[in-house]
């Protein structure tokens, strides 16, 4: 029903929305409903995504790093500064996912034939296996938990989560 107003039945966050007004009538609570459900929806999404990661024998942080590799194409390789860069994650934290994800044999060090004084990380065929499999049932996991919302809405949510996002997020 996009664009329309529709009856809809009180969820929990109304109920606390309520309570709120009736105590504390003075705030602006107009946007404590669209946040409240935004953070039940993830951590909701959380769990979904944890337990297809699990079933693949990941972490999100694992899943993400062989994630970078296979989304930079052949030969799927990539510098640690990179990946720390892609992932928004510090070298320290990188380091300890790139040595767990080798420990598994899901991807290699070599060095950099451009600078020996550092080496590229690349998937393995074995990371390449796990990866595929785990976006496969990643990405069907996520247009089942989106099925519920006509395409239009789910494009009008994205509109508005960007712009959101983007007027929170430092150029």
Do not use: C, K
């Amino acid at each position: 029903m996009s664009g329309e107003t529709a009856e809809r039945t009180p969820d929990a966050i109304d109920v606390v929305i309520e309570e709120w007004r009736r105590e504390r009538p003075d705030l602006d609570l107009s946007a404590m409903g669209v946040f409240g459900r935004l953070s039940r929806l993830t951590r909701l999404l959380e769990a979904a995504v944890e337990e297809v990661f699990a079933r693949h024998g990941l972490r999100q942080g694992e899943f993400d790093v062989l994630a970078a590799l296979r989304r930079s194409g052949p030969p799927y390789t990539l510098i640690p500064s990179e990946l720390s860069a892609v992932l928004m994650t510090s070298r320290a934290g990188m380091t300890n996912r790139i040595d767990r994800l080798e420990a598994a044999g899901l991807v290699r060090r070599s060095l950099d034939p451009a600078d020996r004084r550092s080496f590229r990380v690349a998937l393995t065929d074995a990371g390449r296996e796990v990866i595929d499999a785990a976006v496969t049932e990643h990405a069907a996991g996520l247009a089942r938990l989106a099925a519920g919302l006509p395409p239009e809405d789910a494009a009008e949510l994205d509109r508005i989560l960007r712009a959101m996002l983007a007027a929170r997020t430092p150029s």
